[in-house]
């Protein structure tokens, strides 16, 4: 079988996976999210706000700088504690293990070599050794 065929077949594997289901998922939740879609635009025009004003040559209004970055601050606050926001980056973070941990089992067939220094016994830390 060539190399591609293979690849494909791993990447339908993956696609059927529940973590890639949960991650499609969890982006359609949050792009759909009308209160976060608010804060990420409110979000955006602050930063394109705060850009302009700190590029000023002359004139620069440092109160209002200080002002626009607190708003940013809170912004940014709000949208980290938002379920969606906070659901996407856990669903996109059991992707990335598992993407780390295929590319270590490959990486074990390639090389031979184990990832990682030593056997944690935990097998979920491991890329295979078996």
Do not use: W
């Not at 759909?32 to 804060?39: E, G, K, Q, T, V």
């Not at 706000?49 to 700088?65: F, P, S, T, V």
Request: charged share 30%; proline share 1%; with cysteine.
């Amino acid at each position: 079988m060539e190399i591609f065929e293979l690849a494909a077949r791993l990447g339908q594997a993956l696609k059927a996976d529940e973590r890639l289901k949960a991650l499609e998922a969890a982006k359609e939740a949050y792009e759909n999210d009308a209160a976060l879609l608010r804060l990420r635009k409110e979000y955006e025009v602050q930063q394109t706000l705060l850009a302009g004003e700190i590029a000023k040559q002359e004139g620069k209004d440092l109160h209002l700088i200080e002002a626009i970055q607190t708003r940013i601050d809170e912004l940014y606050r709000a949208i980290a504690e938002n379920a969606s926001y906070q659901n996407l980056a856990a669903a996109q973070k059991a992707v990335n293990d598992l993407m780390e941990r295929v590319n270590a089992a490959i990486n074990y067939e390639i090389t031979g070599e184990l990832p990682g220094s030593a056997c944690t016994h935990d097998c979920s830390t491991c890329g295979g050794c078996r």
